[in-house]
T-cell receptor, first 112, second 115 residues
């Protein structure tokens, strides 16, 4: 069974601080997606990483896929209150049916 | 921008009743999915659907669950006899292709409460 462990589950920081969220597995994933989910809404895709070692940047957000494609990280530089939300990682399962396996999520609170 | 829509946004039902959750995927998409998220837990895959057939279903998706694409636009999830533990947020998703890293677009969800 493929599992994704996401950490930390909760993070409360001050505006301007940096943070990193981790997504780890013992399984290899063909790709990994990061989503952001607002209360009462569906997950919205932030980025997809496909190649081992790949780094993608989205403004102050940096996403990295591990060389072995078993782990990923999301780093936010100079966090702002608008970054507050739930961040989810999800990996493409090995079944090739489009099934996504989600981590537990990280709830981020950025205080002004 | 095209988006996945879901109705109703909220549904309250009595245990044992049938419910149908409706989704309108993005119009040119071919692959459809249902996920659910019990309060405080992770998003869980229920079923994937392509070419009018189920591609994969999870252990959660037992005989009480069924999916259908009754016409060219709707994709439905039916729960025949709801249980208390079916209370959750149900998300529909669709994708245009099914390659590695293909983006799945999620709807806003239906919050189902079984009493």
């Amino acid at each position: 069974t493929q599992l994704l462990e996401q950490s930390p589950q909760f993070l409360s920081i001050q505006e301007g601080e940096n943070l990193t969220v981790y997504c780890n597995s013992s399984s290899v994933f063909s790709s990994l997606q990061w989503y952001r989910q607002e209360p009462g809404e569906g997950p919205v895709l932030l980025v997809t990483v496909v190649t081992g070692g790949e780094v993608k940047k989205l403004k102050r957000l940096t996403f990295q896929f591990g060389d072995a494609r078993k782990d990923s990280s999301l780093h936010i530089t100079a966090a702002q209150p608008g970054d507050t939300g739930l961040y989810l990682c999800a990996g493409d399962s090995s079944s090739n049916t489009g099934k996504l396996i989600f981590g537990q999520g990280t709830t981020l609170q950025v205080k002004p | 921008e095209p988006e996945v829509t879901q109705t109703p946004s909220h549904q309250v039902t009595q245990m044992g009743q049938e419910v149908i959750l409706r989704c309108v995927p993005i119009s040119n998409h071919l692959y459809f999915y249902w996920y659910r998220q019990i309060l405080g837990q992770k998003v869980e895959f229920l079923v994937s659907f392509y070419n009018n057939e189920i591609s994969e279903k999870s252990e959660i998706f037992d005989d009480q669950f069924s999916v259908e694409r009754p016409d060219g636009s709707n994709f439905t999830l039916k729960i025949r006899s709801t249980k208390l533990e079916d209370s959750a947020m149900y998300f529909c998703a669709s994708s245009g292709l099914r390659g590695v890293g293909e983006t799945q677009y999620f709807g806003p969800g239906t919050r189902l409460l079984v009493l």
